[in-house]
C-alpha cells in the first residue's frame, strides 16, 4: 500500500511559478515510477510528467515541456513538480500517482498508475 499527499497548489497570475510537492508513505518510494496528472473541469484527467525510480529519466506533455520539471528526493519519499511560465489553461486539480508495477520507464499511461493522491487545485488568473 501506498499513500500519496499533495500540497502546494494554490492561486497564481499568469507567468508566474508554483512547486508542488507529493509526500509518500508505506511502501518506499524510491522502488517505482512517479507521475503527475491533471484534470481540468468537464475534461479528462491527462498526464503532464513522470520520473523514473532514480530520477535519471523523465517525460513530459507537450503541453508543458520546457516550463515543468519534476524531480524526486528518494530520502524524503517526495516528488516535486516546479511549474514556471504558467498559464490559465494549467488550471486543474493536480494529481500525484505512483506506478508501483515500473521502475525504469517514467509511462504517460494513465492505466499503469495504481494509487492516487487526493488533488491540489491550482488556478492560473490571467
Known amino acids: 500500500q501506498v499513500q500519496l499527499v499533495e500540497s502546494g497548489g494554490g492561486l497564481v497570475q499568469a507567468g508566474g511559478s508554483l512547486r508542488l510537492s507529493c509526500a509518500a508513505s508505506?511502501?518506499?518510494?524510491?522502488?517505482?515510477?512517479m507521475g503527475w496528472f491533471r484534470q481540468a473541469p468537464g475534461k479528462e484527467r491527462e498526464f503532464v510528467a513522470a520520473?523514473?525510480?532514480?530520477?535519471?529519466?523523465?517525460s513530459y506533455a507537450d503541453s508543458v515541456k520546457g516550463r515543468f520539471t519534476i524531480s524526486r528526493d528518494n530520502a524524503k519519499n517526495t516528488v516535486y513538480l516546479q511549474m514556471n511560465s504558467l498559464k490559465p489553461e494549467d488550471t486543474a486539480v493536480y494529481y500525484c500517482?505512483?506506478?508501483?508495477?515500473?521502475?525504469?520507464?517514467?509511462?504517460?499511461?494513465?492505466?499503469?498508475?495504481?494509487?492516487w493522491g487526493q488533488g491540489t487545485q491550482v488556478t492560473v488568473s490571467s
Open positions: 500517482a505512483a506506478n508501483t508495477r515500473q521502475v525504469y520507464y517514467p509511462s504517460s499511461r494513465i492505466q499503469n498508475y495504481d494509487y
Open positions: 508505506g511502501r518506499a518510494s524510491s522502488n517505482y515510477v
Open positions: 520520473i523514473n525510480w532514480s530520477g535519471g529519466s523523465t
